[in-house]
């Protein structure tokens, strides 16, 4: 902003109406003729030139010198006359002039003070002005700083989310504890929440950097805003000095300029300066207050978007846990009949292994009861074979039950380790639900809203 040129036409034209040349006199001033008399020698008849009245013409003068005296009295009388009249006449037109030209001078100084008092109020209101706009801003930008503090706060709850289902993971059983997709989903989360934390940080402290510049500035505008109001009054007191004024007074020292006394163009390049620095500010506030509109928004929006993977994963996750503990039940159902079936095996072998003693004993009886037979009686006839061939095929059907039941105790066992295995594994598959589910995803509803990552709320 460049300074007004008004008061300097002003003191231009004051200058030019200073002084006005006297107006001419109506008798020029000369002097008069010198008059000149011829005085007569003292001699003669009548002279005293005698020894008899020598002692009396010493120190006398002659009528001639008398009237010659008298003569001179009366022309320096109508000299001194005349020109106490022209003086008269001087002073009286001087007097009128000095007050035509105080007067004038007066006006022109009072014209030069006004034109002087609305470059004053001119900057006074530029200044006013940029102080308004700098204390706004910074109200805005306070309020800026504000949402970024509240996002952080935000962070830190999300953080400590993450940070807990990462730990709750951790309870997880084997062969459930594995690095899959929902534990690197919460490590990117909570990386992500890291970063951000860091960056809102930075910007807190921007803000807080950028506010104090503002006030600064506003501070240096305001004490040029204070020394311009207080240097109109004084102008504007001044202004109203006149004439009939009665509380002036001599102050013959104050007409020489004060060594640390600026120009006008340095005074005006002041003022130009501090509001084109304080423009400088607000303009680089502006911008921080966009800068962070843009950060709260898209760290809101990618908290939300690593929120809902994570939330997504953990879905995909718990159902495939469903799934496989469904599948799982499903065989330990399975394994349970076949073990009861087994078990009705197992009986039925032992009970069929039970039911060939009788058998046994009676071929065994009968062969031993014909081993007493008499004499030639003792016969290999073919009763004895046959009952031998029964023995033996006893004996090996019995064997073969008995190999049948180690077999089926053997396939018992390892139903029992498959149905141990099956329970133990759905135990780790609900215990894994159970912390997927009712502990992870049920804190994760929780997580803070847009409005508070966005610093909002």
């Known amino acids: 902003r460049a300074c007004p040129a008004g008061g300097l036409g002003s003191m231009a034209q004051a200058g030019v109406l200073l ?20 005085v007569a020698l003292n001699t003669g008849p009548d002279s005293s030139s005698g020894l008899a009245t020598a002692g009396f ?33 001087e002073a009286k037109e001087l007097v009128e002039h000095a007050a035509a030209i105080a007067q004038r001078t007066q006006q022109d100084s009072m014209a030069t003070l006004g034109q002087r008092l609305q470059d004053i109020h001119f900057w006074k209101v530029e200044l006013q002005k940029e102080i308004e706009d700098l204390d706004a801003e910074t109200g805005l930008l306070a309020a800026q700083k504000l949402r970024l503090e509240r996002a952080l706060d ?35 989360e909570a990386e992500l929440i890291r970063n951000i934390q860091e960056l809102l940080k930075r910007t807190v402290m921007q803000a807080g950097n950028q506010m104090r510049l503002n006030r600064d500035h506003k501070e240096i505008c305001e004490m040029d805003w204070s020394d311009k109001v207080e240097t109109y009054n004084i102008d504007d007191k001044c202004g109203r000095y006149n004439s009939q004024s009665t509380n002036v007074q001599f102050h013959p020292s104050s007409v020489t300029f004060e060594e640390s006394a600026s120009t006008p163009e340095t005074w005006a390049k002041f003022s130009h300066d501090n509001i084109c620095r304080a423009e400088g500010e607000k303009l680089a506030s502006i911008n921080l207050r966009v800068l962070i509109d843009n950060i709260l928004h898209d760290v809101s929006e990618d908290l939300r978007m690593q929120c809902a993977a994570v939330n997504e994963a953990f879905a995909k996750h718990c159902e495939e846990l469903f799934d496989t503990k469904h599948k799982l039940e499903y065989h330990l159902k399975n394994i349970l009949e076949q073990i009861g079936d087994e078990e009705a095996n197992i009986a039925a072998l032992k009970q069929a292994i039970k039911d060939k003693e009788a058998p046994v004993k009676v071929t ?3 062969l031993y009861d014909r081993s007493f037979r008499p004499n030639i009686e003792l016969c290999r006839d073919e009763a004895q074979f046959r009952l031998i061939r029964e023995t033996e095929e006893l004996v090996e059907y019995i064997e073969s039950l008995k190999e049948k039941l180690l077999e089926s105790e053997q396939s018992l066992r390892n139903l029992e380790d498959t149905r141990m295995n099956l329970e133990k594994e759905i135990a780790v598959k609900t215990n894994s639900i159970f912390i997927d589910r009712q502990k992870c995803m049920a804190h994760r ?8 990552l966005a610093g909002y709320q």
């Open 57 to 89: 013409r010493t120190a006398k003068y002659l009528p001639l010198e008398w009237h010659q005296r008298n003569s001179d009295l009366y022309h320096k009388a109508f000299i001194g006359g005349e020109q106490a009249e022209r003086g008269r006449a």
């Open 445 to 452: 509803t929780r997580y803070p809203v847009v409005f508070k």
């Open 154 to 188: 935000a962070t830190e709850v999300a953080y400590a989310i993450a940070t807990d289902n990462l730990q709750c993971r951790e309870r997880r059983q084997p062969p459930d504890l594995v690095s899959d997709e929902v534990e690197r989903e919460l490590l990117k």
């Open 19 to 38: 002084t006005k040349e006297p107006a001419p006199q109506a008798v020029p001033a000369s002097h008069l003729p010198t008059k000149m008399c011829e």
């Open 364 to 366: 065994q009886t009968r």
